[in-house]
């Protein structure tokens, strides 16, 4: 049985910094590509970040670039986002997610998804 399960999300100042955590089980982690992903209310989910296997390259929405880092540790099957310079508008549940399609920044890409940690932003 396939787990992912995310940590880290909490309340934080505009200006700020978190570092999201999702820890993997029941499947052979090196060979997904991760993703994370955040829902706003009353939004769809969206893309923001993702580190593929092998050469490890990583992808980011335009929103984020410059500000996230995502990362992976494949000996602690876990994968990170480091979030500095946060805003109002990065507030969502952040979900990490795996799979092996060839486009990770798409929803469609991903097998399995966790049930998410809520980031709240304030101004």
Not at 6 to 14: C, H, T
Not at 72 to 78: E, L, S, V, Y
Not at 80 to 102: F, H, I, N, W
Request: hydrophobic fraction near 35%; charged fraction near 15%; aromatic fraction near 12%.
């Amino acid at each position: 049985q396939v787990q992912l399960v995310e940590s880290g999300g909490g309340l934080v100042q505009a200006g700020g910094s978190l570092r999201l955590s999702c820890a993997a089980s029941g499947l052979t982690f090196s060979l997904y590509t991760l993703g994370w992903f955040r829902q706003a209310p009353g939004k769809e989910r969206e893309f923001v970040a993702a580190i593929s296997r092998g050469v490890m390259n990583t992808y980011y929405a335009d929103s984020v670039k410059g500000r996230f880092t995502i990362s992976r540790d494949n000996t602690w099957n876990t994968v990170y986002l480091q979030m500095t310079s946060l805003k109002p508008e990065d507030t969502a549940v952040y979900s990490c997610a795996a799979g092996s399609r060839p486009n990770p920044t798409d929803r469609a890409s991903y097998y399995y998804w966790g049930q998410g940690t809520q980031v709240t932003v304030s101004s």
